[in-house]
């Protein structure tokens, strides 16, 4: 009888359980939906699309042409500016993100020095780089202007030299590397946070052992902080080669391709000179670049970053 | 005696620690004080310029208004010379729906990873992480002929209809974190009292999830207000430009007054600067506990 009971239930059991799970994927697939079908229309496909297309030679108008890897070969030889555009991306980028990080790191630590009114302070170094990237640009061409901007002026009353700033090829960066650090203010709520999160007892054992302030933040505080620094570091550089509108709306490249960007020189070789192939090309070489450098940054992490799960395995 | 004076040279000892304590509290203050002058004045000099009557922007020593002369009419006269408002409208349309879509898409699709089993699961979630990997330029090309094929160029459209069939990487991410935080008898609770499963989504999930999702939202604004790439490839005629293209075309382009080419003047620019800066300043002002957060997760667990 009981047994007989047992055997029903765990037949309807086994029934019941099949159809919710069956139930259940197809909800979950009817959920995923949308997702899956952008997935596939708006980042599977135009990837398969855009390595395709930068084997060909195509301007929109007339159907792509298969030209191999022509794009690529040209790319490194013929024309002078990718080489040109690489080199002032990856100058502004090797100046502006390590300068970044500093400054930012240390306003995380001069906050973490229990100031009263925290959050005001805060506050006032995450402002600027919630200044939109337009705005930022037009704020520093008017204060980085060579005859009568602020900075050149203050530079001339006390006796400095003032550089040309925008008018000058060999400067006009410079004022897109001081555009980045004033925002470095950005990464302060992440060191921060961070840094708060640092384990008292680790520094009282530190004292200790006699550690002196030095020596507490070179083997406490930087170590335990360093998952974060590894982070911003590399997000920044990522960003940082994508530059474009803060040059777009400003020196637009100049003076004399003083500032052409990569992104900027990719704008304009597909929406000004329409060679779809050719930019297509181009995106593929910064995605690889960037791939590099990732794992570049990822290896030397390995080596310099701390994180705490590790000692347990 | 011998007790007395060491008790005299501990208070010495004493009085000197503080002094030096108060002295470092002294220096750590300017400090502060400093880095946030350092920091605020530009914004500071961009309001002021943007007051100040023409004329006056470049002038040494500066003031931070000229007495008798604030100048309002600088954001009056500088919106007269382009379709401003219009420009306006179309950045808050674009926006509204990349909140909508983008945001519905993340819930439903994180609602998924973080509730339902089925086969495949574990493989779709490292694919959706997998696209933050994506450097947007590699698509982006594709993504312009796509929609050059689909007559889409020059409408609103490349500029919403994918935030419908996307929701971010990220967005994905932290909302199945925090729907995985909701206790699981709740949804058990509903599903007894005869609730489907996206029902669950809707009546329990959602309600619960409002901070996650605002500070989606808050990104989503950050995001979309500064978007400057995308509307500048995609729109072409004057009526459809983004407030961003709109300040950026008339202060290249010029303004057109009377047939006479005129560039437009310092405190107008600056004027145009500070109501692209005012939006999300204040949407950080207000909503701070939230957008940290967001900040913090992403970069812990991003």
């Known amino acids: 009888m009981t047994n007989a009971v047992e055997r029903v239930e765990s037949v309807y059991k086994r029934r019941h359980h099949f159809t919710m799970q069956t139930r259940q994927t197809i909800e979950a697939y009817i959920g995923l939906t949308p997702y899956l079908a952008g997935f596939l229309i708006f980042t599977l496909g135009p990837i398969l699309y855009s390595l395709y297309l930068s084997f060909t030679d195509y301007d929109v108008l007339s159907p792509p042409k298969w030209i191999g890897s022509a794009n690529y070969v040209k790319m490194f030889t013929v024309d002078g500016l990718i080489p040109h555009s690489l080199w002032i991306t990856f100058k502004y980028t090797i100046v502006a993100v390590p300068a970044g990080v500093v400054v930012g790191y240390a306003l995380g630590l001069l906050l973490n020095q229990k100031a009263v009114g925290l959050s005001f302070w805060r506050t006032a170094f995450y402002m600027p780089s919630v200044v939109p990237a337009m705005a930022t640009a037009y704020l520093f061409m008017w204060l980085l202007q060579s005859d009568y901007g602020l900075i050149n002026t203050v530079l001339r009353a006390v006796g400095l030299p003032a550089p040309k700033w925008w008018g000058d090829p060999d400067t006009v ?24 999160g640092v384990p008292t007892d680790l520094y009282d054992a ?24 590894f982070f911003t570091f590399l997000t920044g550089m990522i960003a940082s080669f994508q530059v474009f509108t803060q040059v777009f709306v400003s020196s637009n490249g100049g003076p004399a391709n003083g500032s052409l960007f990569y992104m900027l020189y990719l704008y304009r070789i597909a929406w000004t000179e329409l060679k779809m192939g050719y930019a297509a090309a181009m995106a593929w070489i910064l995605f690889v670049i960037l791939l590099v450098l990732t794992v570049l940054v990822l290896r030397l992490s390995g080596r310099l970053v701390y994180y705490a799960g590790e000692e347990r395995n | 005696m011998m007790r007395s004076d060491a008790l ?19 220096v750590f203050y300017a400090a502060l004080v400093l880095f946030t002058l350092l920091f605020l004045s530009p914004m500071i000099w961009m309001i002021s310029a943007s007051l100040k009557p023409e004329g006056y922007v470049f002038e040494y020593p500066p003031r931070l208004w000229v007495p008798g002369a604030v100048e309002f009419e600088n954001y009056a006269v500088a919106w007269s010379q382009f379709p401003f408002w219009r420009a306006l409208g179309n950045t808050l349309t674009i926006m509204g729906w990349n909140m909508v879509g983008g945001i519905t898409t993340a819930v439903l699709t994180a609602y998924v990873f973080a509730r339902l089993h089925f086969p495949g699961r574990n493989t779709l979630f490292v694919l959706v992480l997998s696209t933050m990997m ?33 929701g971010s990487a990220f967005a994905i991410f932290l909302l199945r974190q925090f729907f995985m935080s909701i206790p699981r008898d709740y949804d058990d609770a509903a599903r007894i009292d005869g609730c489907s499963t996206f029902g669950i989504l809707w009546r329990i999930i959602v309600p619960l999830s409002l901070p996650a999702i605002g500070t989606l939202a808050i990104f989503s604004f950050m995001g979309h207000w500064n978007d400057f790439f995308a509307p500048l490839i995609y729109l072409n005629s004057q009526e459809k430009y983004t407030l961003a293209i709109a300040i950026q075309q008339w202060q290249q382009v010029a303004v057109m007054g009377a047939g006479a080419y005129q560039p437009p003047l ?8 500070t109501v692209l800066t005012i939006p999300p300043v204040l949407v950080y002002f207000f909503t701070q506990r939230y957008f940290i957060q967001g900040i913090v997760i992403s970069g812990v667990k991003g």
Not at chain 1, 176 to 196: E, K
Request: charged letters at 10%; hydrophobic letters at 50%; glycine letters at 10%.
């Open chain 2, 134 to 166: 994506i450097p947007s330029q590699v698509t982006l090309i594709p993504q312009y002929i796509l929609f050059r094929e689909l007559g889409w160029l020059d409408s609103f459209l490349p500029l919403t209809v994918p935030a419908f069939f996307g």
């Open chain 2, 266 to 273: 310092w405190v107008h620019i600056m004027a145009m600067a």
């Open chain 1, 173 to 196: 960066i410079w004022c897109f590397i001081l555009m980045a650090i004033w925002g470095a203010g950005g990464g302060v709520v992440l060191y921060l946070s961070s840094l708060q």
């Open chain 2, 8 to 26: 005299t040279s501990g208070s010495v000892r004493f009085n000197r620690y503080l002094l030096g304590r108060r002295l470092g509290r002294v």
């Open chain 1, 206 to 229: 530190a004292k200790v052992d006699g550690a002196n302030v030095w020596q507490r933040f070179r083997h406490v505080t930087l170590p335990m902080t360093s998952p974060v620094i």
